[in-house]
């Protein structure tokens, strides 16, 4: 199958500090590929070299069969990006936007209206609109329609989710994967772990190197040791308690429940919960609940990353 | 009350950090005040020296030999050379080869003996700051020959110009003609001076901000990785400045002509190309400014410091080129307003066409071709 | 005592709540950016306020913390009335925001000192709490670097307790946690844990839907109002839904009026 993006040992400095260490990945054609991790893990810096916007120091990358350097106007014509922060022109209206955007590339919206629809349509009541006083949700529409108007092989988006609410950042997975069916590849970035399931592969980057690529469920059974979901009324107790435990590895706040990580690799989970939910109990949380559970994306980012719980 | 105290302190000192830790604005207000206080010293003089005269002279004699020898004599002076007739004249003051004539009628020292000789005296006013100090200089010195006291002479000139007399008791009637700008009128002569300046606002700053703007906004980004070429994306960013900027010097020029009846003596046609010339030079620069400024803020500082002050100060706009010392002339020559003073000047003063100004317009024209490749070589089609 | 972090009632416990709105309500021209908001905060408490970008949470968080009068309603903050009192519920306050909370060009040493000095601590407290401060975080290597140059998980961490320097009642964190690592936020929520059971008042607003669950109580902000109100628990099952992020798109949509409604 080919790749779409192949990246080589990719390395970038700025002023002596590495923004990425020998990065390598591959991304299928028409595959919705995630890019995941917080910020200044090197994201940014990745997808402008991917876009020709900036020189790797080392390595190499390739982009629908061309090389980011060498190939640099050619990728141009056929690549489509969608900078973090979106990038529009505040004071022009929606239509003005991507009407310069379309002539740019030498199109015009009419032209492009049937591809674009499905997106368009949603802000196109707000057409005269000044981008500026458009909700995150509706930029997020105009930046992803400024990038598709010129029809593009691919759709590179940096964090195009960061700082929207959840239900518009749902609508825009929603819409993303509509595309994806459609045929078209897309390189995204989020530093929302909890979207990594709404792609098809998922590259976890942190601190310049990637951890690890793989589909999003193919995570979890590499974690490798028991992980436990602890759900009881007094969190902030039991956090500190469980912390105490003899064999405790981690122990993390995750939403509702507290996540216990045991260091023993080879200790059965299920025969593990009860213990430690009688271990709780005695230290005087009585509705304490423990359940084992399968490691998500953001358990394993996590364990990757080698912080100190 | 001691919260209060302590609170505004704390503020103070938080403020001073700011100030001192920005190196690059500190350095602009603090070397920039002083390098326009050394540059004033230099450049403001309300002397004029240097003054290239040249003498008419039909026929010599010892009174004539005196009074030139005065001149020759005087700091002031510069004395370029001495004529038979006045027919070398106009082409001279036309090339501006010369600033200021004395002419002599023949017989002078006859007249002089019978107690009445009359000299003509032409200066180039078209230089505000410059005429009207030549012909003071020119007059007090053939006073002192004459040897009358100031009280006992009497210059009479006629309202809205025309030739003034000297008239004496004894001695010399002196014309004193005022060439180019009979009534110095300081209004006409600075009009090339201002446009110089509107077009370097407008084209250099705005078009310098223009395009920081983008890249502080972050929509440089999406035009970078596009198809578009940064000759393109320069182009376009320039082309509203470079109409705006015309239209700035049409009405410049309408209001210098209708409000206050600026006199327009050469071809309007040349002024509006050599303005189109100056423009671009001037769109040019501010391209440039903005590929090496990172924020908005720097590029306006850039602008500031690094064009506007020197074209205000070194282009012979407001103070006299002439007057400013010699290590510092060959720096006017760098400036690009200076050149285009130069012309503007000739054509709307002394009326001059593209034959007298064939240098000038050259010099401009080179300054807009490299400038121009400069700026879109160093615009990079990557972010850096 | 330890109120925050036990289980709770939908209202907090007696004694005088730490913030209290009623009608809380802000018009500009003829938009109503907050409209008529009720709800309280109990000492101690970890709150969190959510709602999408321009459901009206920023205006109101405005009035709460002393820089926007209500245009009626009332509310009041540490027992201090925001209408009548705005700068004694500045002072009696703790502010910290994702877009700016600390000088980037100076060392942290120097901006506790600025705070300090605001608030009007006197100098030898300032340097006992900001030496204890920096020990605490593992920041004393870094106490002569410039803020800017710190990793944004130690600038969020910094900012929270520079925040809470002079000790106040009641801390207002906006988004204190946008783009650090998952790590880094979790330890932040340890640090806000903290807080809460020393006895401060946190209230807190996020985008992050699972910072939501670690709230003791929440309200969700749609269109101006509050469509939802209480414990994270209660709030999931009155509305069937495994998530307050399905809680929270359940009650945004609802709202949103469908485009083919005639």
Redesign the interface.
């Known amino acids: 199958m080919p790749s779409d993006v192949v990246v080589r040992d990719l390395s970038r400095r700025f002023d002596g500090v590495a923004a990425l260490d020998g990065v390598s990945l591959d991304v299928r054609a028409g595959e919705l590929f995630g890019l995941i991790g917080p910020d200044g893990a090197g994201k940014t810096t990745l997808f402008r070299i991917l876009t020709t916007l900036l020189l790797p120091d080392e390595g190499s990358a390739e982009v629908l069969g061309l090389d980011v350097v060498a190939d640099m106007w050619e990728l141009r014509r056929r690549i489509g990006y969608m900078p973090g922060h979106f990038s529009l022109y505040t004071d022009l209206s929606v239509e003005e936007n991507l009407s310069f955007f379309a002539s740019v590339f030498g199109t015009t919206i009419a032209a492009q209206y049937d591809r674009i629809a499905p997106i368009y349509r949603q802000i196109e009541p707000f057409a005269d609109r000044r981008a500026g006083a458009l909700s995150g949700g509706m930029k997020q529409k105009l930046g992803l329609s400024c990038a598709l108007v010129h029809e593009p092989d691919i759709l590179v988006l940096d964090e195009p989710t960061t700082g929207v609410d959840a239900v518009s950042r749902r609508e825009f997975w929603d819409m993303l994967q509509a595309l994806r069916d459609g045929g078209l590849t897309i390189v995204v970035s989020t530093p929302y772990m909890d979207e990594a399931d709404r792609c098809d592969r998922v590259a976890l980057i942190d601190d310049g190197r990637i951890l690890r690529i793989d589909t999003a469920a193919a995570f979890g059974p590499e974690y490798g040791r028991p992980l436990l979901a602890v759900r009881g009324s007094d969190r902030y107790g039991m956090l500190l308690a469980l912390r105490r435990l003899p064999d405790a590895e981690s122990v993390y706040p995750f939403g509702a429940a507290l996540h216990y990580t045991d260091r023993r690799a080879d200790a059965d989970p299920g025969a593990l919960a009860p213990q430690v939910a009688g271990a709780l109990a005695a230290a005087g949380f009585a509705d304490a609940e423990v359940e084992a559970i399968d490691p998500g994306i953001e358990d394993v980012f996590m364990s990757l990353m080698g912080g100190t719980p | 009350m001691s919260?209060?105290t302590?609170?505004l302190?704390?503020?103070v000192?938080?403020e001073t950090?700011?100030i001192l830790?920005?190196r690059q604005t500190l350095f602009v207000l603090l070397m920039l005040p002083l390098v326009q206080v050394l540059l004033f010293g230099f450049v403001i003089r309300t002397d004029v020296e240097n003054v290239r005269v040249g003498f008419v002279v039909p026929a010599s004699d010892a009174a004539t030999g005196e009074l030139i020898a005065l001149f020759r004599g005087s700091d002031l002076f510069t004395p370029v050379g001495t004529w038979p007739t006045a027919a070398p004249l106009p082409d001279l003051f036309e090339r501006g080869a010369i600033d200021q004539v004395v002419m002599f009628a023949p017989g002078f020292a006859d007249d002089l003996g019978r107690g009445g000789a009359r000299l003509f005296v032409v200066t180039d006013a078209s230089d505000p700051n410059t005429g009207a100090a030549m012909r003071t200089y020119a007059e007090s010195l053939i006073r002192e020959y004459a040897g009358q006291g100031a009280a006992d002479l009497t210059l009479v000139s006629r309202p809205g110009g025309g030739p003034g007399t000297l008239a004496g008791t004894s001695g010399i009637e002196t014309r004193v003609r005022i060439r180019f700008d009979p009534a110095l009128e300081s209004r006409n002569l600075f009009v090339p001076g201002l446009i110089a300046l509107v077009l370097t606002i407008v084209s250099a700053l705005m078009t310098s901000i223009a395009i920081t703007r983008e890249k502080e906004?972050?929509?440089m980004?999406?035009?970078?990785?596009?198809?578009?070429?940064p000759w393109q994306i320069i182009v376009g960013k320039v082309a509203p400045y470079l109409v705006l900027a015309f239209v700035n010097v049409l009405t410049a020029l309408g209001a210098a002509w209708l409000a206050f009846g600026v006199p327009f003596r050469g071809s309007v046609t040349l002024l509006l190309l050599e303005s189109l010339l100056f423009i671009i030079v001037s769109l040019a620069l501010g391209v440039f400014i903005s590929t090496r400024a990172e924020s908005q803020r720097a590029a306006m500082l850039a602008a500031i410091a690094g064009l506007l002050l020197p074209s205000t100060l070194l282009s012979g706009m407001i103070f006299p080129i002439g007057s400013m010392p010699g290590w510092l002339r060959p720096f006017t020559n760098v400036v690009p307003a200076t050149w285009f003073i130069e012309i503007a000047r000739g054509i709307m003063l002394k009326g001059v066409g593209l034959a007298y100004l064939w240098q000038e317009t050259l010099i401009l024209t080179l300054m807009a071709v490299i400038l121009t490749t400069a700026s879109v070589r160093a615009f990079d089609?990557?972010?850096s | 005592m330890n109120a925050g972090a036990t289980g709770l009632p939908t209202v907090p416990e007696g004694g005088e709540p730490a913030i209290r709105s009623r009608d809380l309500t802000r018009r500009f021209g003829d938009f109503t950016a907050v409209d008529a908001v009720t709800f309280e905060v109990g000492v101690g408490e970890v709150f969190g306020f959510l709602g999408a970008n321009g459901a009206g949470k920023t205006t109101a968080i405005r009035m709460l913390t002393g820089l926007l009068a209500p245009t009626s309603g009332e509310a009041t903050v540490a027992g201090h009335d925001v209408s009548a009192e705005p700068e004694a519920v500045k002072r009696s306050i703790g502010y910290m925001s994702q877009r700016f909370s600390l000088y980037e060009d100076m060392t942290p040493r120097e901006n506790i000192e600025l705070y300090g000095g605001i608030y009007g601590l006197p100098s030898p407290v300032i340097r006992d709490r900001g030496a204890r401060l920096l020990e605490r975080l593992g920041l004393e290597s870094a106490a002569g670097k410039r803020v800017g140059s710190l990793p944004l998980g130690w600038k969020q961490k910094l900012a929270f307790s520079v925040a809470l320097l002079h000790e106040p009642g009641i801390v207002f964190l906006d988004e204190p946690t946008g783009g650090v690592d998952p790590i880094t936020r979790r330890q932040f929520w340890e640090m806000i844990y903290e807080t809460a059971a020393d006895g401060t008042t946190v209230f807190v607003t996020t985008h992050y839907m699972d910072e939501a669950e670690y709230c003791d109580r929440l309200s969700i902000m749609v269109a101006g109002r509050i469509v939802a109100l209480g414990t994270p628990t209660e709030l999931r099952r009155e509305h069937g839904a495994p998530s307050i992020e399905d809680v929270f798109v359940r009650l945004a949509r609802q709202d949103a009026s469908p485009p083919a409604a005639s």
């Open positions: 919260d209060v302590g609170a302190l704390g503020f000192r938080k950090r700011h830790r920005d906004r972050g929509t980004e999406v035009l970078l990785v596009s198809p578009l070429r089609a990557r972010l």
